[in-house]
Each structure stands twice: as structure tokens, then as C-alpha cells.
């Protein structure tokens, strides 16, 4: 079992910029590490994701504005978010995935205000 805790979150201005993390309880450097996000009245889709070996991927909406990186010598997976708007506003999860299985934090909201 894996426990993940994402932290961060909270209250900014658009043009702003927060850094989530998301903490696990044991080493994840053999896992995939993907952002999610979901919006009320809206289905939770996937934000970033960085491969064990560091690959990264973004979704069109956030390309260029937010980077997901990993310390593995600290159990972290982060995400930087730039140059936010009001429709980043969600409640942000991280998701690990290795191996068939899959665990998730319990999510840190985000609100940007315009």
C-alpha cells in the first residue's frame, strides 16, 4: 500500500502561480505519476503525468503553463502551475500507478480568481 498526500493548494489571482505536491508514504521511483483535476459538475481529467523514467505529458489546456517533475530521493511528485486562470480552478489529485495497481491522494483545492 502506497498513501499519497497532495498539499499546496489554495486561493490565488489569475496570473498567479501555486506548487502542489504530492507526498508518498514509501518510495514511488518505480511508478508512473499522473495530476488529475476535476471541476464541479465536471469529470475528473487528466492534468500532467511523468513516467518513472521521467517522460512527461500535458494536456493541451495546460501545455506550457504548468511542469510536473519528481524527487525521488524525497517520495515527491510536484506540480507547477504558472500563469493560472480561473478555469484551473478544480481540486487537484495525484494518482501512482504500478505494477496493476493504482493509488490516490485525496486531493487539494484550487481556486483562481479572475
Known amino acids: 500500500q502506497v498513501q499519497l498526500v497532495e498539499s499546496g493548494g489554495g486561493l490565488v489571482q489569475a496570473g498567479g502561480s501555486l506548487r502542489l505536491s504530492c507526498a508518498a508514504s514509501?518510495?514511488?521511483?518505480?511508478?508512473?505519476v499522473d495530476w488529475y483535476r476535476q471541476a464541479p459538475g465536471k469529470q475528473r481529467g487528466m492534468v500532467a503525468a511523468i513516467t518513472s523514467g521521467g517522460t512527461t505529458n500535458y494536456a493541451d489546456s495546460v501545455k506550457g503553463r504548468f511542469t510536473i517533475s519528481r524527487d525521488n530521493t524525497k517520495n515527491t511528485v510536484y506540480l507547477q502551475m504558472n500563469s493560472l486562470k480561473p478555469e484551473d480552478t478544480a481540486v487537484y489529485y495525484c494518482?501512482?500507478?504500478?505494477?496493476?495497481?493504482?493509488?490516490w491522494g485525496q486531493g487539494t483545492q484550487v481556486t483562481v480568481s479572475s
Open positions: 494518482n501512482a500507478h504500478a505494477y496493476g495497481s493504482e493509488y
Open positions: 514509501r518510495s514511488i521511483s518505480f511508478a508512473g
